[in-house]
């Protein structure tokens, strides 16, 4: 299998952009942005939620029923962290603490052949195995949903420009992720190409209205260097005939 070919399968999926919204919308608000948090505690919803997408990426990678449920539950506490009816803090502790169980069970179930948990029956399984992180994708697109039918139309203190482009362009990714697996192609590509590349674009279209802040440059390098080699990799591909491009 070529380098083109292993990043195609492997990596040019909704899970790439998943895990880089969640990591670097983490990095900025533990580092850079932590004293906007401290002067205004509203701003505390965006660890919960950071964690809550970087654990659906990282449950997607692993593919296993334990990681999917914590994923489910880290996504579910969008809700009640976005209309802010849990302590910021609360909600930030306990999706720290699920992100970081995610992570021990990939080490601990790394080669094994069957799930943790894996329940008997194997309908039960079957149906657990392909509704659980669908579940968690659903809970993202309460976001964006909360963000433009409830925050929005009552008033909030986020009315830039960058959350409202952000908090759009999410709701086309959430369906192209949706639409994994039952559907397999739009047009030439495969929908999960198609998901990589929208998920990629919603953060360089956001960190771009960002830019004249210096500290969001990192982020941006990153997201471009790996939107071009997952570019180059996915016609790369192509020209050697990988029929998943």
């Known amino acids: ?11 040019l999926n909704i899970g790439t952009p998943l895990v880089l919204m969640g990591a670097m919308w983490l990095y900025l608000w533990v580092g850079p ?43 579910t506490l969008i809700v009640p962290t976005s209309l802010e009816l849990w302590p910021h803090p609360a909600s930030a502790i306990t999706n720290g603490v699920l992100v970081t169980l995610i992570v021990l069970d ?6 094994r052949e069957q799930d943790l948990g894996q329940p008997a029956g194997r309908r039960l399984h079957f149906w657990l195995k392909g509704h659980l992180l669908r579940f968690a994708l659903v809970m993202l697109g309460h976001l964006p949903l909360i963000y433009f039918v409830v925050r929005l139309p009552q008033g909030t203190y ?28 739009l047009g030439r590509l495969s929908i999960a190409k198609l ?23 990192i982020c941006m390098a990153i997201t471009l260097v790996v939107t071009l080699i997952g570019t180059v990799s996915m016609y790369a591909g192509r020209a050697a005939g990988d029929t998943s491009a």
């Open 1 to 11: 299998m070529s380098w083109a070919e292993r990043i195609n399968r492997r990596a």
């Open 33 to 75: 942005w932590y004293e906007a948090y401290v002067h205004e505690p509203h701003w505390g919803h965006n660890y919960a939620e950071a964690l809550a997408f970087l654990a659906v990426g990282l449950a997607y990678f692993n593919r296993r029923l334990v990681s999917d449920l914590l994923a489910l539950l880290a996504a």
């Open 106 to 111: 990939a080490v601990v179930e790394r080669g």
């Open 158 to 185: 986020e009315t830039d420009l960058v959350t409202k482009v952000y908090d759009g362009m999410v709701v086309p990714f959430i369906l192209l992720a949706l639409m994994e697996g039952p559907v397999q192609k």
């Open 195 to 217: 998901g990589f590349l929208w998920g990629m674009l919603t953060m360089i279209v956001s960190l771009a209205l960002l830019f004249h802040q210096p500290e969001t440059w």
